[in-house]
């Protein structure tokens, strides 16, 4: 359990990942604010689901593992969000996004306008939830009344062709705390053009410099994690964790961010935080999806 921290607001989707034999609840921020919130953070979780059985659904396993549901809009009129995950022979795995879901119209209500308080203790965000401008714009307007003391952290989800140039370099600029995996930090090099190395750390130092950001972690999947700090050369390392019975790597990203703004909330130095992060993300990869279906995985995992 966490000690004494205020509520994190998570903002962006939550959909059901559409395999060709099952589907499973997701979506990056849904995954993470379900962790967090098992793992005893308050959790402001701000999205949308349509008015159909599948929000239904969402809303019920959200009441279900008492995580609070009054700023997960109902809409009228989109559905609630899918992704379709066909298997790939080559890639492993391609990810077919339709357009205009429920979470691409998250509104600025009456509701949404009241999250902020003395008592929020951080923000969570990702790029995949800004590809509509109706939901980019809510979480605009959601930073711009954020207290400067309040950090913001950035889980870069880059699902092409769902970003572009603007929207990673407003996202960018707004963040204190980045969690991207490999290859999207030398996907940055490239849309940006950057003169840095090809070298990981020395765009990893570009990146930090460039947006004036305080941690980027970076994940590298079986080849483990970095952690890199503004001003500061050395980075930590950690190895992958051990996984035993592997059933899926979905959501093991979700997992380690999850874990990782746990340990940012209770001061926990950089070679726990990592280890920690990587640990639990090697849990989660023994599910066949993102989160678990039994909140007891959390007394044996969290």
Same mark, same amino acid.
């Given at each position: 359990?966490?000690?004494?921290?205020?509520?994190? !607001?998570?903002?962006?989707?939550?959909?059901?990942?559409?395999?060709?034999?099952?589907?499973?609840?997701?979506?990056?921020?849904?995954?993470?604010?379900?962790?967090?919130?098992?793992?005893?953070?308050?959790?402001?979780?701000?999205?949308?689901?349509?008015?159909?059985?599948?929000?239904?659904?969402?809303?019920?396993?959200?009441?279900?593992?008492?995580?609070?549901?009054?700023? !997960?809009?109902?809409?009228?009129?989109?559905?609630?969000?899918?992704?379709?995950?066909?298997?790939?022979?080559?890639?492993?795995?391609?990810?077919?996004?339709?357009?205009?879901?429920?979470?691409?119209?998250?509104?600025?209500?009456?509701?949404?306008?009241?999250?902020?308080?003395?008592?929020?203790?951080?923000?969570?965000?990702?790029?995949?939830?800004?590809?509509?401008?109706?939901?980019?714009?809510?979480?605009?307007?959601?930073?711009?009344?954020?207290?400067?003391?309040?950090?913001?952290?950035?889980?870069?989800?880059?699902?092409?062709?769902?970003?572009?140039?603007?929207?990673?370099?407003?996202?960018?600029?707004?963040?204190?705390?980045?969690?991207?995996?490999?290859?999207?930090?030398?996907?940055?090099?490239?849309?940006?053009?950057?003169?840095?190395?090809?070298?990981?750390?020395?765009?990893?130092?570009?990146?930090?410099?460039?947006?004036?950001?305080?941690?980027?972690?970076?994940?590298?999947?079986?080849?483990?994690?970095?952690?890199?700090?503004?001003?500061?050369?050395?980075?930590?390392?950690?190895?992958?964790?051990?996984?035993?019975?592997?059933?899926?790597?979905?959501?093991?990203?979700?997992?380690?961010?999850?874990?990782?703004?746990?340990?940012?909330?209770?001061?926990?130095?950089?070679?726990?935080?990592?280890?920690?992060?990587?640990?639990?993300?090697?849990?989660?990869?023994?599910?066949?999806?993102?989160?678990?279906?039994?909140?007891?995985?959390?007394?044996?995992?969290?």
């Amino acid at each position: 359990m966490a000690n004494k921290v205020g509520k994190v !607001i998570v903002f962006g989707e939550v959909l059901f990942d559409i395999f060709p034999e099952r589907k499973c609840l997701g979506g990056a921020p849904f995954n993470f604010a379900i962790h967090l919130h098992h793992f005893g953070v308050p959790v402001c979780f701000v999205s949308r689901v349509g008015n159909d059985p599948r929000g239904k659904e969402i809303l019920d396993f959200a009441r279900k593992s008492k995580l609070p549901t009054q700023n !997960i809009q109902v809409d009228p009129k989109h559905p609630t969000g899918e992704v379709r995950v066909h298997r790939s022979p080559m890639a492993g795995h391609s990810f077919e996004i339709p357009a205009h879901q429920a979470w691409d119209y998250i509104e600025w209500d009456k509701n949404t306008r009241k999250i902020l308080d003395e008592d929020t203790s951080l923000i969570y965000f990702g790029t995949l939830a800004q590809r509509d401008p109706r939901s980019r714009e809510t979480l605009q307007n959601i930073l711009k009344e954020l207290p400067a003391h309040i950090p913001v952290y950035l889980d870069l989800n880059l699902r092409p062709p769902f970003y572009n140039r603007d929207i990673l370099q407003q996202s960018l600029s707004g963040c204190n705390y980045l969690k991207a995996n490999d290859e999207e930090v030398f996907k940055l090099k490239e849309i940006f053009n950057w003169s840095a190395s090809d070298n990981l750390q020395s765009i990893a130092r570009k990146i930090l410099s460039e947006y004036d950001i305080d941690i980027l972690c970076i994940t590298k999947g079986e080849a483990g994690s970095e952690m890199h700090r503004k001003n500061r050369e050395v980075f930590q390392t950690q190895k992958a964790g051990l996984v035993e019975h592997f059933q899926s790597s979905v959501g093991a990203g979700d997992a380690f961010s999850a874990k990782l703004v746990f340990g940012f909330l209770n001061q926990w130095k950089d070679e726990k935080l990592l280890n920690e992060a990587s640990l639990f993300a090697s849990q989660i990869c023994t599910l066949a999806g993102a989160i678990p279906d039994n909140p007891d995985f959390y007394q044996n995992n969290g």
